[in-house]
């Protein structure tokens, strides 16, 4: 279901050259952030993969690359992410108190939605980033779409079951049909799929109690290695 990490490599490397257009991302650059982390096990509680993700400076950048760099990858496989975002200059945007991410390339441990489910205490999208936030958790947020880019075999697998649908709450967006500030903001991207059609992005109202078959993701950046 995950991709390991030496092919991780192999499609950033393809992603650098044939979507971004950047001759910059290189083996060399790659490597330099040392080995990848071990992946702490899956149960039925927990869903973790390690990822290889890489950040520009403002975040709506980082969602519209990786965004482009998952239709380069499950094109390949005759599918492709729906989502319906009103684009612009502050229209993709961190949740006002979401910690910044690490420009550059990094490797994470995510968590995919299993273990951060609907519960009374902390039932809304809004709720959880805040529980994030005092356990000093980062939530997923731009990296979304990226993970779909490394993973596939995982987002075709979305089936709101054993594998859920995944929340980022940590981004800001404005979903097609709304523009400006106001309720408008009060969305986060979703992943949601089922096992016939696979995953699809669209968006998660943050005020919304969190429907059976999804999670709130997490992601964890390491520290040792980068490449600016």
Avoid at 33 to 44: I, T, V
Avoid at 119 to 131: D, G, I, L, V
Avoid at 143 to 158: K, N, Q, R
Avoid at 189 to 209: I, Q, Y
Wanted: some cysteine.
């Amino acid at each position: 279901m995950f991709t390991p990490p030496a092919q991780q490599i192999e499609l950033m490397l393809a992603i650098g050259e044939q979507v971004w257009n950047d001759r910059t991302i290189t083996r060399e650059r790659i490597r330099a952030l040392g080995d990848p982390p071990q992946c702490p096990p899956s149960d039925q509680d927990h869903l973790h993969c390690v990822v290889l993700l890489c950040n520009r400076i403002e975040a709506r950048d980082t969602l519209a690359d990786n965004e482009r760099a998952a239709d380069f990858v499950l094109q390949g496989g005759g599918h492709c992410l729906g989502r319906g975002f009103v684009k612009g200059y502050q229209l993709e945007r961190l949740r006002e108190g979401a910690n910044s991410r690490p420009p550059g390339f990094r490797w994470a441990i995510c968590e995919l939605g299993r273990l951060h489910r609907y519960s009374e205490k902390y039932p809304t999208p809004r709720q959880m980033f805040a529980h994030f936030t005092r356990q000093g958790v980062m939530g997923i947020g731009p990296e979304l779409p990226g993970i779909v880019a490394m993973h596939p075999y995982w987002c075709l697998s979305t089936n709101m079951m054993d594998r859920p649908g995944v929340i980022a709450t940590d981004l800001e967006v404005t979903p097609g049909g709304y523009c400006g500030d106001g309720p408008a903001r009060n969305w986060c991207p979703a992943l949601s799929g089922d096992p016939e059609r696979g995953g699809d992005m669209g968006w998660f109202g943050v005020d919304s109690n969190i429907q059976k078959g999804y999670g709130c993701g997490t992601i964890q950046y390491m520290d040792s290695g980068r490449a600016e």
